[in-house]
DNA sequence: GCTGGCACTCGACTGTAGCGAGTGCCAGCA
DNA sequence: TGCTGGCACTCGCTACAGTCGAGTGCCAGC
């Protein structure tokens, strides 16, 4: 049963009422806020079939209709264009992240400036590890027995961890596991490292052997297995933003999810080069997020991903504005990163 | 107008009350749940003379009463004995922190320690770099012209900032800058580099005077004056834990405040050595959080204080239990940064 | 100075009634 | 066949009145 151009006419009409006034819309108001050329009779009927085909309910008998999961999923595959951003908007996104003076800076103020200019939660990415090369190496001795082990990225990201050595390491034989450590890892991808770790340990000379064993185990715990993800979160008062309208009636699941970094990742994190995606309500896999939609992209420089960004909303959102925005971030951060 | 023994007693029965059933608190209820010896009349008696005194107030005239900022203060400081924890809770402290491995990991497991154990908003500052030492500065060459700086605390901070450099600077060049950054901040306070970082610029051959003076303006910006505060936070979601009632009605502005670092520095920042600080309600010189509490204290290694940690929830509190969680936890993750 | 008793207050809850937005259906018209 | 106007109906929302009861303040008496 096709619907017809009328009708999904009238669908976007009630999907950008609700999303503007929040409240049920009846088949009169349709009317007149929109020229629909047709009686509110007419509407009537296009929306019992909008209702029969899922696209739209009824919170209550005498209400109007409002937008269901499904019929937001029509609206923005096939009913919406993306807004092109305001020359205001596209000022404020220059303007928040030239000056940026480090990764952490960039990420910050690209959260920031997500969740301030779309009006919602907002989830950036650090560059994922996995999607790296090691740029440097370095080994700061603590003491003799211990090593502070710093690996810049070519992302711009730095992680550090401590290494708890076996024995008393002379400064001589730092200086060799250095200099075999950048020999064999520099420039390679962090996914490919594993195997280059384990050769290192296997070549070896035997009196560095038990600090390169130390060193090898702490090398891929930390850049590969523990959390090679970070993420940074902003907004979060924008949930309150529509009374406890959405959310029906509980931030507490949203809040709870949103403190879970895995939860998160999942979000945001698996991304495919320059696809918008968007989760709409139920689609999302969270139990927690049912009532939220998510709208997300990867970022990196070039046509290059590193990671993944995007923000987090009531389904009652301003798709085709939130869609334009995270897009437009997404591509300034990128062309930031490039620039390094 | 002093309050004698009963009125005391009477006020610690309504804070208790009010905190464990979340609703006004009437006389009779009083003297069914506490053996205060006395009939309903007199609690009434005592009750307008706390209510005169703004111990406590009435919502309404024919509900009971609720204790008022100043009452939970009263409490707090002369009624409450600090619980002792449970052999439960000791346990799960040293459950969740032991096999940290970071400082990083150290301050996550903790926030979400203290947000699960009070069942509250967590905050944990790293330790402040003022408070820090230098243990070592690491120059790590990218390109001719970039400089990777890292700086590596006492306290386990570990900061890195890149360095662009007016003019291309030879590896040995580096190797010398390195030394010399080194030998004269090496050891040093944080707070005290300012003019040593000045020395070293006029101190430098002048071949190296360039690189230095940018090295030393990248050293002053980063290590001294900008964000050089880190903070993590856990548990907002318990904020939805006692409905909307507490924070009369909005989350809003406690998600705002929660949101901007100089303010969570601003609750937990300011600390002096082995004090306990409970700031209740309108006592907060925070506007947003007039209807929240927050219990903070500092932590350390041994006696000596390098940061903040504390717990914000409404102003309706168990204040004892808090108080003795708070506590606990500082301490052990004092002990535990005293290890490294 | 404590107590029991008593009149009073006032919020919470219940039930009723009217309003009005919105609907579904139907007969009529192009 | 498809659109329209009309009409009866539904039902949530609001206002209002009435009742209930927890809780209070006050007072006389022990």
Chains 1, 2 share one sequence.
Do not use: C, W
Not at 62 to 80: I, K, M, N, Q
Not at 186 to 211: K, M, Y
Not at 291 to 312: D, N
């Amino acid at each position: 049963m096709g619907l017809d151009d009328r009708k999904l006419a009238v669908l976007r009409a009630i999907v950008e009422d609700y999303v503007a006034t929040q409240e049920p819309v009846g088949s009169k108001a349709l009317v007149e806020r929109h020229r629909l050329g047709v009686s509110p009779a007419t509407v009537r009927n296009d929306m019992a079939v909008l209702e029969d085909e899922g696209y739209i309910r009824q919170p209550h008998t005498s209400a109007g209709r409002v937008p269901t999961d499904r019929g937001y999923r029509l609206f923005v595959d096939r009913l919406s264009r993306v807004k092109p951003l305001s020359p205001a908007e596209r000022r404020a996104i220059e303007r928040f992240l030239i000056g940026a003076v480090d990764l952490d800076d960039v990420v910050h103020r690209t959260v920031r400036l997500l969740a301030q200019l779309t009006r919602q939660v907002a989830v950036v990415q650090y560059p994922s590890l996995a999607r790296s090369s090691v740029r440097h190496l370095e080994l700061v001795p603590i003491s003799t027995t211990r090593l502070m082990l710093v690996m810049i990225a070519d992302t711009g990201r730095v992680e550090q961890r401590l290494v708890e050595l076996p024995a008393p390491v002379p400064a001589d034989d730092v200086t060799d596991l250095r200099r075999l450590v950048n020999e064999k890892l520099g420039g390679q991808r962090l996914s490919d490292t594993p195997p280059l770790v384990q050769a290192l340990v296997e070549e070896s000379a035997s009196h560095l052997r038990p600090a390169m064993t130390t060193l090898a185990t702490v090398l891929l715990e930390t850049l590969v297995e523990r959390h090679e993800e970070r993420i940074a979160l902003a907004g979060t008062a924008n949930l309150t933003r529509g009374g406890i309208l959405d959310f029906q009636g509980s931030l507490r699941p949203v809040l709870e999810a949103l403190e879970e970094e895995v939860v998160l990742l999942k979000l945001i994190g698996e991304v495919e080069p320059s696809t918008m995606r968007v989760r709409i309500g139920d689609e999302n896999e969270i139990d927690n997020l049912r009532a939220a939609s998510v709208v997300s992209t990867g970022y990196g420089p070039g046509a290059t991903i590193v990671g993944g960004l995007g923000v987090l909303g009531p389904t009652r959102m301003d798709y085709p504005g939130t869609i334009a925005t995270v897009r437009a971030v997404a591509r300034y951060v990128g062309d930031l990163l490039a620039q390094n």
